[in-house]
């Protein structure tokens, strides 16, 4: 390595260049005279494939290495490129400009302005990467694409996207996105109807208190602040009545003619859905709301735990909800 490089993607071509077969050519050494290794996160993502650059699953590449590089391929780590890896994954500098090469490359490649779905399907950065350094994907477009782009919305769309993507799109649990799912074409629904859905779908019944709980997070009240409350509670997309019907708010139901504003909204549910059913939709332990071995923040332990509002700035290293204590490991 002679040519210094802020781009994951150029790496990864200099990277591949030594990574080329060749009769009686076993393994490549890299000499790295510019100091590529402080970008050292992109090896195992240049030997593994994986563009998401989700820190866990670089870490995951990094510790396990045989079992998830693809192909025939063997690769070790010795303790100290171990050490220098994982330190270089705690310190990833430049997230805005990865998100928008990996933008632009996924242009070029579908040919059309990419969603969070496209994203996700196609195994390009992670969709709440985008979320955490841009608050909203519209935010992000209107940051890429500047004067073209041309699919504006209000300024109230903006807050509920907001809100949505930093609440419901990480799929730790499915009601909040079947609800909003249904009612993206409904005006209302039915208790009975959900607990329906959710026998055909899922296969188990739904728990009240966190069917009730979720309602309040469409309502907007899963907020860590008194400002988070009075920027999100306006969001007016669902009200529960006693007879156990679901109605769709006729505000809600205005802002979703806006082709734009509706488009976004099903691509975080969708996103949300997907991850669910991938991730924690399986092997979830009986009468609890967490999966084995999968990372959860403190948001979600806030919303899966039912404690009405995001408790996650008040969490330090351990915290008792109820009879359950919460320790959190960096």
């Known amino acids: 390595m002679l040519r210094p490089t802020q781009s994951p993607i150029v790496f990864i071509q200099q990277l591949g260049r030594g990574l080329r077969k060749a009769e009686e050519k076993e393994y490549v050494v890299i000499l790295d005279f510019i100091g590529n290794y402080n970008n050292n996160f992109m090896i195992p993502i240049a030997l593994s494939g994986d563009r998401s650059y989700n820190p866990d699953t670089i870490r995951k590449y ?12 063997t690769v070790h780590f010795d303790e100290i490129a171990k050490d220098k890896i994982f330190s270089s994954i705690d310190k990833i500098k430049g997230m805005k400009s990865i998100i928008k090469e990996s933008y632009i490359s996924l242009k070029n490649k579908i040919g059309r302005v990419p969603y969070l779905l496209d994203f996700y399907e196609n195994g390009e950065i992670d969709p709440l ?38 609440t419901i799109l990480s799929g730790s649990r ?6 909003l799912k249904y009612l993206l074409d409904n005006d209302e629904i039915n208790l009975d109807q959900i607990k329906q859905e959710f026998r055909t779908s899922y296969g188990y019944e739904i728990e009240m208190h966190s069917f009730e ?19 999100y509670s306006h969001i007016d997309i669902i009200c529960y009545d006693e007879d156990s019907l679901l109605k769709r708010l006729k505000g809600f139901a205005d802002r979703l003619r806006h082709k ?13 859905l997907r991850r669910y059913k991938e991730k924690y939709s399986v092997d979830q332990a009986k009468n609890s709301p967490f999966v084995l071995y999968e990372k959860y923040s403190r948001r979600d332990v806030s919303l899966l735990m039912n404690c009405g509002k995001d408790l996650s700035s008040t969490m330090y290293g351990m915290k008792r909800i109820d009879d359950d204590a919460f320790i959190f490991v960096t």
């Open 62 to 73: 990094v510790i396990s290495g045989n079992s998830t590089i693809p192909g025939s391929s």
């Open 129 to 166: 990467l985008i979320i955490r350094e841009y608050k909203s994907y519209q935010s992000f477009l209107e940051s890429v694409e500047k004067e073209l782009y041309l699919g504006k919305v209000t300024e109230q769309e903006v807050i509920t996207l907001e809100y949505l993507s930093k």
């Open 174 to 179: 499915p009601y909040e996105l079947e609800i």
């Open 213 to 231: 709980n979720a309602i309040e997070v469409l309502q907007g009240k899963f907020v860590s602040n008194e400002d988070e409350l009075k920027k």
């Open 260 to 272: 734009e504003f509706y488009k976004q909204v099903n691509d975080i549910v969708e996103v949300g």
